[in-house]
């Protein structure tokens, strides 16, 4: 259990400067329908593998439309137009707000209470991403900055569309194989992706590929997408929406780290304390994972 959270901060942390790389030559509704629409065919294609029933029960179908449509659409197309808006270490940052959403969501809908473990770790993550988000806060603030204003409501409108889809499937869960439920998801966020592009009139880009770029789509769809999201479902199912967000808190560090090295991103001398800030908070509920107590079912 504690691996995964290891492996969502890896996959999803790598997957931001990777879709900046993408981002270069593809435009972004094509991007975020090439990434979904493919990791929705490798686990499908695994589901056929394993001999699991490629349709999930009728009863699900209205969690998978609304998951697919908080969690996976609104979060990638809005992830997408942050890293257009904004430096991909910014944009990483400011969409991990996330988990305080969902603590505060978790606490209104499905009644779940805060400890002084997870009441501290969101306290420490919290601190950590103030700090790291004040330079755009002080550049919409203080400079009237609109470009930096499109560069802070796209990452906060992702947060908030992954914190709602978690928090509804939490309260209503959807029965069926997590492959396979996994697998429509990604399904229905690739629809929304594909009325973007025929809406757009975007067209898939000729020019412009080479090894590094091919290298960083393949990272996206396989395990930035395919296996993350399969890894993020099965977590999500088995400790609390709160629990499970703030795992994450580790994930916009490496997405940092990686656009430091892939992208040329520099972080500034107070962004080191939030990362310790933010990793702090993190470990917290990390090392204490598998005896983080499930909420109560009425």
């Not at 995964?4 to 270069?24: C, D, H, M, T």
């Not at 473990?117 to 919290?126: C, D, F, I, N, V």
């Not at 004040?134 to 609109?146: E, N, Q, T, Y």
């Not at 930096?148 to 029965?175: C, D, E, H, N, S």
């Amino acid at each position: 259990m504690r691996l995964i959270p290891v492996a969502l901060a890896l996959f999803w942390g790598l997957n931001w400067p990777a879709v900046k790389i993408v981002l270069g030559v593809v435009p972004p509704f094509t991007l975020r329908l090439l990434g979904l629409g493919s990791g929705a065919l490798l686990l499908l294609l695994l589901a056929r593998v394993k001999r699991l029933d490629l349709l999930p029960p009728r009863a699900s179908w209205p969690g998978i439309v609304v998951g697919g449509l908080l969690a996976i659409a609104v979060f990638n197309l809005a992830v997408a137009w942050a890293q257009l808006s904004t430096s991909t270490s910014r944009a990483a940052v400011l969409t991990f707000t996330m988990p305080m959403m969902s603590a505060l969501l978790a606490w209104a809908v499905l009644g779940e209470r805060l400890d002084r473990r997870r009441a501290l770790a969101l306290a420490l993550g919290a601190a950590g991403v103030a700090i790291l988000a004040w330079p755009v806060l002080r550049a919409v603030f203080g400079g009237h900055d609109a470009a930096a204003a499109l560069g802070l409501a796209y990452p906060l409108v992702a947060a908030f569309g992954w914190a709602a889809g978690t928090v509804y499937l939490k309260a209503r869960p959807v029965a069926g194989h997590r492959i396979v439920v996994t697998a429509w998801q990604l399904v229905v966020g690739a629809g929304c992706a594909l009325a973007g592009v025929l809406l757009s009139g975007e067209r898939f880009p000729l020019h412009g590929w080479n090894g590094r770029v091919a290298g960083a789509l393949t990272f996206h769809i396989v395990l930035g997408t395919a296996v993350a999201y399969w890894l993020w479902f099965v977590l999500s199912e088995r400790v609390s929406a709160t629990v499970a967000t703030l795992t994450t808190l580790m994930v916009p560090v490496v997405g940092v780290l990686g656009a430091m090295a892939l992208v040329g991103d520099r972080p500034a001398a107070m962004d080191w304390w939030g990362f310790a800030l933010v990793l702090a908070g993190a470990a917290l509920i990390v090392l204490n994972l598998d005896a983080a107590p499930r909420r109560r079912r009425a």
